[in-house]
């Protein structure tokens, strides 16, 4: 069993960053892709972000992600994080972490075997 734990989350004026951390316990996940999805209540999960697996360093952004976000991952620390600059109050949300084995299932259709239990992020105008 995978536990995926969040944390960076908070409340930030817009244009400000913020940085998420999410740390994988239970398993290596060198061979995962790891990825960030956000939800705001009432909405469906969105996908962020996409990182590949150790071997492939591959990353895929969502549009409105692209040039403001970046994913990464630290394999020695089974880490991934999501780094957010010139945030904008469309981005406040929960954002999770995922980890699956098939770069297509979480970056395609947005589906994960193991999921976090979400960070908020909240962006003031």
């Known amino acids: 069993q995978v536990l995926l734990v969040e944390s960076g989350g908070g409340l930030v004026q817009a244009g400000g960053s913020l940085r998420l951390s999410c740390v994988a316990s239970?398993?290596?996940?060198?061979?995962?892709?790891m990825a960030w999805f956000r939800q705001d209540p009432g909405k469906k999960r969105e996908f962020v972000a996409a990182?590949?697996?150790?071997?492939?360093?591959?990353?895929y952004y969502t549009d409105s992600a692209k040039g403001r976000f970046t994913i990464s991952r630290d394999n020695a620390k089974n880490t991934v994080y999501l780094q957010m600059n010139s945030l904008k109050p469309a981005d406040t949300a929960v954002y999770y972490c995922?980890?699956?084995?098939?770069?297509?299932?979480?970056?395609?259709?947005?589906?994960?075997?193991?999921w976090g239990q979400g960070t908020q992020v909240t962006v003031s105008s």
């Open positions: 239970g398993r290596t996940l060198t061979t995962y892709t």
């Open positions: 990182i590949s697996n150790a071997s492939g360093g591959r990353t």
């Open positions: 995922a980890a699956d084995p098939s770069w297509i299932r979480i970056a395609t259709k947005n589906k994960s075997d193991y």
